[in-house]
């Protein structure tokens, strides 16, 4: 008779313990949340005020690319990177006119060469990341493509020279952008009968691909880069040309620290790799 009553009640001696274990436990886990809440909470400003800021202007064609590599460098060295895309012309001007501005990469070589004339930009930190190529393309839907332009290995002058031969229109940047003054300098070689060249201007904000696409019949000088991953364009002829190189350059400022260390991550392996999966040429 007494069993019974024993057993009930070292079963409830024993739920008693668990219990108080339990709350032990409960109570211990909040207080070691409450001093990591706390820790956070009292060494949030110091660690804001060791994330440092850099702002990037580079050409559109950087867009993914750099994307990529600013988002990595930002996680592993606690760096806030702001990158603004743009044509060389516009970053040139704002520079000049003193709009805040640490690294400016663009394969534009007269751009950089007027930072370099005027005192702007850390002459001994100039870094050379990746190379394009200038590349002969069209829509997709194009229909009316000579025998010419279907051989493969075709070069990109014998491509050219099929545009002339069969009238068809060009279209080019304008000079303010990379592929444009490349685009220019490589079609004065040329004396051209039939072929019609339309170079774009500085205003119009519409981009040469968007043009190509609306028009199936056109055809246009740009970057590989700006092209290879794009679903409605084919490209017909490309050259491989060693001087289409861009060059990250360090704006002379109060930031030129953090600006020199984020080019050198620019040429590392790692954002070497990013810049040869996004088709550009990297020596």
């Not at 702002?55 to 990595?72: D, S, W």
């Amino acid at each position: 008779m007494f069993l019974p009553i024993l057993i009930q009640a070292e079963q409830k001696c024993l739920r008693c313990k668990i219990k108080y274990i339990c709350t032990r436990f409960v109570k211990k886990i909040k207080l070691l949340l409450w001093l990591i809440f706390f820790s956070l909470l009292v060494n949030k400003p110091c660690n804001a005020n060791n994330v440092r800021n850099l702002i990037v202007y580079a050409e559109p064609n950087l867009f993914v690319a750099l994307t990529k590599i600013a988002r990595i460098y930002s996680q592993n060295y606690a760096v806030n990177v702001a990158v603004n895309f743009n044509s060389s012309l516009d970053f040139i001007n704002e520079i000049d006119s003193g709009e805040p501005a640490d690294i400016f990469i663009s394969a534009h070589p007269i751009w950089v060469e007027t930072l370099r004339q005027k005192g702007l930009i850390d002459v001994y930190n100039v870094g050379y990341i990746a190379n394009d190529e200038l590349v002969l393309v069209t829509s997709k839907n194009n229909k009316d493509l000579s025998a010419k332009l279907l051989k493969k290995n075709i070069t990109l002058e014998q491509a050219i020279l099929a545009l002339d031969e069969n009238k068809n229109n060009l279209i080019i940047d304008h000079e303010g952008t990379s592929s444009g003054i490349f685009a220019k300098n490589f079609l004065q070689n040329f004396t051209f009968e039939n072929l019609s060249i339309f170079t774009k201007v500085n205003e119009d904000r519409n981009s040469l691909i968007r043009d190509l696409k609306n028009d199936n019949s056109a055809y246009g000088l740009l970057f590989e880069s700006q092209v290879r991953k794009n679903k409605d364009l084919q490209i017909l002829a490309n050259k491989k040309d060693k001087n289409i190189f861009y060059r990250a350059l360090v704006i002379a400022g109060d930031n030129m620290e953090v600006a020199r260390e984020f080019l050198k991550f620019l040429k590392n392996p790692q954002a070497q790799k990013i810049f040869k999966e996004n088709n550009f040429v990297i020596n």
